[in-house]
């Protein structure tokens, strides 16, 4: 079992920045992968960012040199840094973990947190 919990979300400005966190605990024998998703009312999870336990990355084309995913050495707290906001990156957004294929598909994820809101006004 692992529990993750988010923080750090908030308002901001078209082109501004923010920092989400989340905080790991739990099973800490395992390699999962990490990931972040988002997700807009009426709408599935959109897969942002993951890292894999080798530490490799992939990103949606949409925060594509954007957003930076990064975790600390004990792995114990993923981050977010999301910079160069712009409105459509409203969402809430969700820490993942899984044992699963490290990809952006929500399905391959057995963990979420409560997820933490952003809103990016123009």
């Known amino acids: 079992q692992v529990h993750l919990m988010e923080s750090g979300g908030g308002s901001a400005q078209t082109g501004g920045s923010l920092t989400l966190s989340c905080a790991a605990s739990g099973d800490r024998d395992s390699a999962y992968c990490m990931a972040w998703f988002r997700q807009v009312p009426g709408k599935g999870r959109e897969g942002v960012a993951f890292?894999?336990?080798?530490?490799?990355?992939g990103y949606a084309a949409s925060v594509l040199g954007r957003f930076t995913i990064s975790q600390d050495n004990a792995k114990t707290t993923l981050y977010l840094q999301m910079n160069s906001l712009k409105p459509e990156d409203t969402a809430m957004y969700y820490c993942?973990?899984?044992?699963?294929?490290?990809?952006?598909?929500?399905?391959?994820?057995?963990?979420w947190g409560q997820g933490t809101q952003v809103t990016v006004s123009s």
């Open positions: 890292i894999n336990p080798n530490g490799g990355t």
């Open positions: 993942a973990a899984g044992t699963g294929g490290c990809v952006n598909r929500a399905d391959e994820y057995d963990y």
